[in-house]
């Protein structure tokens, strides 16, 4: 059964900082691998997605990379912003088209 | 990105009535559905998934008479809890995708208050 990990669950940074979020899987046999955001009380808002076939994806300031064989994947967030604060997920894609997903890293940038 | 949109965002309901609840696709066709649930700090359960014009599939666990999921067209799925109850308070969220290696586009959830 795959199970997913992020670390750390929680992180409070000043605004500006660069930073690292980790979310590593059990089962290296997946299709895919999705970041997402939440806000509080809300949905899902799709941040990147990474195919198995690829090591890392970028929008912005958000830079996603994947490394299927080890099970590990990060979410870099440069020059955070209030704004990104957020809880971050990860997900992973295994059969049937299911999405098996992390805790979560609660993010907090303060002004 | 493509629009999922889930009715309601909120909804208190009295021990022993059924809530329903909506997801469509706003801006394409979704031929799988999939129905996830939230407790407290914990992370997203699939509960089930459901394919357009097919009974839906049940995690392990979860009560297929209880969670009723209708998914009569490619841009709608239900999902009806039956006989409410205080532990069946959860935030729930749908999931679409248009067909497989797509994106999974995610409706801004329901809170549900089981009284």
């Known amino acids: 059964k795959q199970e997913v990990t992020q670390i750390p669950a929680a992180l409070s940074v000043p605004e500006g900082e660069n930073l690292v979020l980790n979310c590593s899987f059990t089962?290296?046999?997946?299709?895919?691998l999705q970041w997402f955001r939440q806000d509080p009380g809300k949905g899902l808002t799709s941040l990147l997605l990474?195919?198995?076939?690829?090591r890392e994806q970028t929008s912005g300031r958000l830079n996603a990379s994947l490394d299927k064989s080890s099970g590990r994947s990060t979410l870099y967030i440069a020059a955070s912003q209030p704004g990104d604060s957020a809880t971050y997920l990860c997900?992973?894609?295994?059969?049937?088209?299911?999405?098996?997903f992390g805790k979560g890293t609660m993010l907090l940038v303060s002004p | 990105g493509a629009v999922v949109s889930q009715h309601p965002s909120r909804v208190i309901c009295k021990s022993g009535t059924s809530v329903k609840i909506e997801c469509r696709s706003l801006?394409?066709?979704?031929?799988?559905m999939f129905w996830y649930r939230q407790f407290p700090k914990q992370s997203l359960m699939l509960m089930a998934t459901?394919?357009?014009?097919?009974?839906?599939?049940?995690e392990q666990g979860v009560e297929k008479d209880k969670f009723l999921i209708n998914h009569a067209s490619l841009t709608l799925s239900t999902l009806t809890v039956t006989s409410a109850h205080p532990e069946d308070s959860s935030f729930y969220i749908c999931?679409?995708?248009?067909?497989?290696?797509?994106?999974?586009?995610f409706g801004q959830g329901t809170r549900l208050t089981v009284v």
């Open positions: 999931s679409a995708r248009q067909d497989l290696n797509t994106e999974a586009f």
């Open positions: 089962d290296s046999a997946i299709y895919n």
């Open positions: 990474i195919q198995s076939s690829q």
């Open positions: 997900a992973v894609e295994g059969r049937y088209s299911t999405l098996t």
């Open positions: 801006d394409f066709q979704a031929t799988t």
């Open positions: 459901s394919n357009e014009g097919s009974k839906a599939t049940y």
